[in-house]
Structures are given as structure tokens and as C-alpha cells.
């Protein structure tokens, strides 16, 4: 998984946004700019937020939400099980299934040569 850069370090502020403050609010609008900047770099800089974009992320894939929607109907399955629902191969499916647990979104038990995965309990998901 990605590491999350944070974007926000150096804005760029667009001449047209602070054409548009101006029109709207008047000549002092464009000084509340650093404060949103600020406030923007607070969120970012939150572990919740961080989580939470990570999460997001690792649902941003087609067959990684397919796979937790078949464990939210099933409880848990193992991964030939996944494969056989979703058509990947198996090192497919153990990557995807890699991502969604480094997201804390499932856990995994391994029973021989068998892995089985399962949902992992979530209290609440809100925004951050």
C-alpha cells in the first residue's frame, strides 16, 4: 500500500478562487485562505483521517469490495473460495485480501495450507 504524501505542505493559491472570494466577499475574503489551508493540514495530519483514507483506498478496487461484500454474506471464506467467486488467480486474491487487511478491514487464520478470511469487527466508520 501507498504512503499518503501530504499535498497540503506548499498550496498554490488560484488566482481565479481568489477572483472569486473577492466578488463574493469582498476585498478581506482572500485573507481567510490561510486559515482553511490550516485547517486542511489539521485533518490530514489526524491518525482518524489516515486510517480512514487508507480504508478507503483499499475499497477504491472493484474486486477488493466484492471480496468484503462475499465476507459480509458468508462470514469468512478461504481464498480459493474468493478466487472462485471472483475469477482471479490465487496470488491476485492474496494481494488483494493483503491490502484490505493492512486497511484493518479483514483477518486472516490460516488452518494447513489454508487461509480463511473474515471481516474484522468495526464499530462505526465515520468520517474523520
Not at 488560484?14 to 475574503?29: C, I, K, Q
Not at 478496487?61 to 462475499?70: I, P, Q
Not at 491490502?99 to 489454508?114: F, M, N, P, Q, T
Request: charged share 25%; glycine share 4%; with cysteine.
Amino acid at each position: 500500500m501507498s504512503t499518503y504524501i501530504n499535498t497540503m505542505a506548499a498550496p498554490k493559491t488560484d488566482p481565479a478562487l481568489v477572483e472569486r472570494l473577492v466578488r463574493l466577499g469582498g476585498e478581506d475574503s482572500p485573507s481567510c485562505l490561510p486559515e482553511y489551508q490550516d485547517l486542511a493540514r489539521d485533518v490530514v495530519s489526524t491518525p482518524r483521517f489516515l486510517t480512514f483514507l487508507k480504508r478507503v483506498k483499499a475499497l477504491a478496487d472493484e474486486n477488493r469490495l466484492l471480496a468484503v461484500a462475499l465476507l459480509k454474506r458468508r462470514k469468512e471464506l478461504c481464498a480459493c473460495e474468493i478466487q472462485a467467486a471472483t475469477g482471479l488467480t490465487h496470488a491476485t486474491v492474496s494481494h488483494h485480501m493483503s491490502v484490505l487487511a493492512d486497511a484493518g478491514l479483514i483477518s486472516s487464520r490460516r488452518e494447513g495450507k489454508w487461509m480463511y478470511y473474515r471481516l474484522t469487527e468495526q464499530k462505526e466508520v465515520s468520517i474523520p
